[in-house]
């Protein structure tokens, strides 16, 4: 079975400026995760999508970040604007309830 | 809610020897407990996991223990390889749906020839 698609590998962006990220999942898996992993540090949730639906953003820095997923697939997580502590890899993550299978992730530099 | 600690934070071993992990979750109604292993530039892969209701479970060189009474649980490797060295996190959930995994801040194993 195909992984976990991201995409980009690597962005290296300002400070203020905005970045998109992008997620296709496991073809099946209704829930949908993302992930921040600042270097040295295990995986912290941002959000969890459950088909369309978003089933926890409590750690999701809401006036910065955004995340859409549309149709239950794909999934979009944005950052307008960036901090310097943003720099971190973002990872993707489908499953069924309680199983993460994530993606390479997003490497993200913000200078 | 739940979190989970992770020791130690680095590990060195010679190849072929044991190395073991352990972390502790504070949550008791955490039932799943998942190891990932994670190589530079790659996102975290499943190696192995438990549910509540066994003890321990094995794979090969690999194998986990799980104490609910005291709330920990261990990864053990046996016959190490070079090419075991990777950074591994220990993870905990309620297994409820909407639940999402909550990670230890890993451990960086090195495995020497």
């Known amino acids: 079975e195909a992984g976990v698609a991201q995409s980009p590998r690597y962005k290296i962006i300002e400070k203020r400026q905005s970045v998109a990220f992008w997620c296709n999942p496991i073809?099946?898996?209704?829930?949908l995760y993302w992930y921040q992993q600042i270097l040295g540090q295990g995986p912290k949730l941002l959000i969890q999508?459950?088909?369309?639906?978003?089933?926890?953003d409590s750690q999701l820095p809401k006036d910065r970040f955004s995340a859409e997923r549309l149709k239950g697939v794909d999934s979009t997580l944005k950052i307008q604007p960036a901090k310097l502590e943003d720099s971190a890899v973002y990872l993707c993550?489908?499953?069924?309830?309680?199983?993460?299978?994530f993606g390479q992730g997003t490497r993200l530099t913000v200078v | 809610g739940e979190n989970v600690e992770q020791h130690p934070s680095t590990l060195s071993v010679q190849e072929g020897d044991s190395a073991v992990i352990k972390c502790t979750y504070s949550d008791s109604a955490s039932n799943y407990f998942p190891w990932y292993k994670q190589e530079l530039g790659k996102g975290p892969q499943l190696i192995i996991d438990?549910?509540?209701?066994?003890g321990e479970k094995k794979d090969q060189r690999i194998a986990v223990t799980l104490n609910k009474t005291a709330k920990h649980f261990s990864l053990h490797i046996t016959e190490t390889q070079p090419e075991d060295s990777a950074v591994y996190f220990c993870a905990a959930s309620n297994g409820q749906a909407g639940t999402a995994l909550i990670f230890g801040k890993g451990t960086t194993l090195s495995v020497s020839s």
């Open positions: 073809s099946g898996h209704a829930t």
């Open positions: 438990i549910r509540s209701n066994v």
């Open positions: 999508f459950q088909n369309n639906g978003v089933v926890d």
């Open positions: 993550a489908g499953g069924q309830p309680r199983e993460a299978f």
